[in-house]
């Protein structure tokens, strides 16, 4: 949690997504569905219509926690903001909301994303700031989580998505993966969105990957991609902690891609017991310090093999042998 030299507010603003619309090449507009956004997921899709828009109109409410008018407060000159980031393309479009009514803690308004300022994914958040002891612009509040705008997905999912290849890592034209020839798959974390190759040297994995059989088979196909998905989730951590940047003082930023996504899925099953933001600072004193790095690779490890349910995998997998045994026996 950042120390404000000033009081501010003690909780966040709730943001809510209320409509999405395209416009597209012709001039018109196209309403989506509800289906487009999620506010369980806290996500927009913009993809369901394909990639022929020029514009999405994304129309949004906030609420202020409690005391944003105290006329005790200790800031005047109110004012809510809807910010949208993209760190790919550096990107960063803000738009003043309005209050509903007076006295109202409920703001609304819309923001403006164009289709040609963005890769993939954004990042929109609402902020409170004020004027506080003559300062103007100080922020007194905020989302705690943002919600992610996808500009190509078709569905509002927030959570980290992968792009999964098939190659040979023996005749790839990627001159890096031959050096892996006899690895059944690499993630790579360099990439826009993390990368996950399989190789296709490997006899029999792309057909058991690819397989809807059940017996053993299908026990097999959920080991291995339980053993994949765990190693995913330790590469985008590791990619994501090694590739922070820091702030003047020396604590570390929340990256605003999918990185950051990572980064506060995971944290709390890596640091528990803290907010997001220090956990984050504990990590990078450990991998920048000269000590407790080594020891956070087992909450690591917990942390990947907790998203990718090994243990759910492995149950299933017990439970199926143990009944194909007892069949055998009857």
């Known amino acids: 949690m950042k120390i404000y030299p000033y009081k501010r507010l003690n909780r966040p603003i709730a943001l809510r997504v209320r409509s999405v619309a395209l416009r597209l090449p012709d001039g018109t507009r196209d309403p989506l569905d509800t289906s487009a956004f999620s506010t369980q997921e806290q996500a927009v899709a913009l993809g369901v219509s394909g990639p022929d828009w020029v514009s999405a109109t994304i129309g949004l409410s906030a609420t202020l926690p409690p005391g944003a008018d105290d006329p005790e407060a200790a800031w005047s000159d109110l004012s809510v903001l809807a910010v949208l980031t993209d760190g790919e393309t550096n990107v960063r479009t803000s738009t003043v909301l309005t209050r509903d009514t007076e006295g109202s803690r409920d703001w609304s308004g819309s923001v403006e994303v164009f289709r040609d300022d963005h890769l993939g994914r954004a990042f929109l958040g609402v902020y409170a700031v004020g004027t506080v002891e003559g300062v103007k612009g100080r922020s007194l509040t905020e989302t705690d989580r943002s919600w992610?705008?996808?500009?190509?997905?078709?569905?509002?999912?927030?959570?980290?998505?992968?792009?999964?290849?098939?190659?040979?890592?023996?005749?790839?034209?990627?001159?890096?993966?031959?050096?892996?020839?006899d690895a059944p798959w690499l993630v790579d974390t360099t990439a826009r969105v993390p990368t996950v190759f399989v190789n296709t040297e490997i006899d029999g994995i792309v057909g058991l990957l690819?397989?809807?059989?059940?017996?053993?088979?299908?026990?097999?196909?959920?080991?291995?991609?339980?053993?994949?998905?765990?190693?995913?989730?330790?590469?985008?951590?590791?990619?994501?902690?090694?590739?922070?940047?820091?702030?003047?003082?020396?604590?570390?930023?929340?990256?605003?891609?999918?990185?950051?996504?990572?980064?506060?899925?995971?944290?709390?099953?890596v640091i528990p017991g803290v907010h997001v933001e220090e956990a984050l600072r504990q990590v990078h004193r450990r991998r920048t310090g000269e000590s407790g790095w080594g020891e956070l690779q087992t909450r690591i490890h917990y942390a990947a093999v907790r998203r990718a349910e090994a243990a759910k995998a492995v149950g299933y997998v017990i439970r199926g042998l143990e009944r194909m045994n007892r069949e055998k026996e009857s």
Not at 161 to 170: G, P, Y
Not at 235 to 260: K, N, R
């Open 210 to 269: 690819d397989s809807n059989g059940s017996g053993v088979e299908s026990k097999v196909r959920d080991l291995l991609v339980a053993q994949m998905a765990t190693d995913v989730w330790t590469a985008v951590f590791h990619g994501a902690i090694g590739d922070l940047e820091v702030e003047p003082g020396g604590g570390p930023v929340f990256p605003t891609d999918w990185q950051g996504e990572v980064l506060r899925d995971m944290l709390p099953d």
């Open 148 to 181: 992610v705008v996808d500009t190509v997905s078709e569905e509002p999912v927030s959570g980290l998505r992968l792009d999964v290849r098939k190659a040979s890592f023996n005749k790839s034209s990627r001159e890096w993966l031959r050096a892996y020839a």
